[in-house]
């Protein structure tokens, strides 16, 4: 188990960002050290603000670009690793031009659009947005890459520490943690002779693991120091076979995952996560990107996992669809269809989701694909069923969608 990011949230509304970054510097420095001298290793610290419509004037593009640029600078200068403006609407202003030149910044630089809630349902404007900024995206970087930084958000809250749905709440001062602890789940049912000893073991390590790391946050705090709003277990691989969730779900008993069985897995699984009493921040779920993990990428890669063989999974237990590569040529439309289609299972099901799509230029599906970038894999282009949507199914403004329960 690591801790992938250390994620603190602040508001430039309420705080200025030389402010918030000497009090976080502070804490990070005494947080980190007890941590490192814990034997746990921190792969990143991350800053998220809230969503920057909110404290900035959207509709001054220049402006806007430089005031982020300048942010990033200082972010860098700070030794942070990435930074999340969060999510923004359409009706904020002109995003499908800002959310590119934003992007093009910076590489530390992370945003994203939300595409539904429980007040308002799905929004087909925001979905339509999402689709062509996507597009955009792609051509900002020859390999496409720049996709990897923007995400359609639904029924995501404040405070995950996970990017790209991070971004912090009005007024607060906190931070949270983002666990890689794919490996415990593997552990955990490769030792186990039956389910429930396998799911006792994982929770117990996660449990135990959350106690010692909050007695290290108490001991890390000063006064004036951010909130600790809690833990995200969501067993984030790393594309490495060790630490691999696809390996994991298949040490349960599935022969392959995406074959018949992985559903009960999945759904098993994510049952165990939310019997854990720990303080929870984010999704606490399961996390299945495709090219950050060895096995997902090379499932669907042989055509065993599917896109939407994902999406159905995350009606039991996911967190939507993630790092998901895809043709450089299709269509915008058949991106708004799947997008629509996360934006209302996070809606029915009451449940944060997330669709981090990635358009490849010049690739085709089943076109083989690598990035100098060490925490993916090799993968393929990926493809999924469509025909085409149209009215009523489209027509309108938002959907509205009865939430259960």
Known sequence: MRIRSITYF???????PKTALHSIDI????????LSSAGYAVQSVRLATTPF???LDVQNEQKVCENIRDLCSLVQGASFDYLSLGPCRMHDGAMESLIPSLLSLSDILFVSMQLSDLQDGVSLPDIRACARVIKQNAGIQADGFAN??????????????FFPAAYGEDGAFAFSLAMECADCALQAFTQAAHIPGGCQSLIATLEEQARTIEAIIEKSSLRSAPVFQG?????????????????????????????????????????????????????????MPILEDNTLAERSGAGFLSIYDVLQYSSVCGTGLDTVPLAGDVEEE????????VAAL????????????????????????????PYFAKGKVL?????????????GENISIKPRG
């Open 53 to 55: 419509p909110r404290w």
């Open 346 to 373: 996070a809606v029915r099901l009451n449940k944060p989701l997330t669709a981090r799509l990635m358009p490849i230029p010049g690739k085709k599906a089943g076109d083989a694909i690598e990035f100098n970038f």
């Open 148 to 161: 990897l930084r923007f995400a359609g958000l639904a029924n995501c809250k404040p405070f995950t520490p």
């Open 383 to 395: 493809d999924y069923p469509y025909s085409g949507i149209s009215r009523p199914l489209i027509a």
């Open 334 to 341: 058949k991106l708004e269809a799947l997008l629509l289609d």
């Open 231 to 287: 833990f995200d277990f969501s067993l984030a691989p790393y594309p490495e076979e060790w630490c691999s969730f696809g390996k994991a779900l298949e040490a349960m008993g599935v022969s392959r995952i995406g074959s018949a069985g992985s559903l009960a897995a999945a759904a098993i699984l994510a049952g165990a996560l939310d019997s854990g009493k720990w303080k929870k921040a984010g999704f606490n779920g399961l996390m």
């Open 27 to 34: 804490h990070r420095d005494a947080l980190q050290e007890n």
């Open 10 to 16: 602040f508001d430039p509304a309420r705080l200025s």
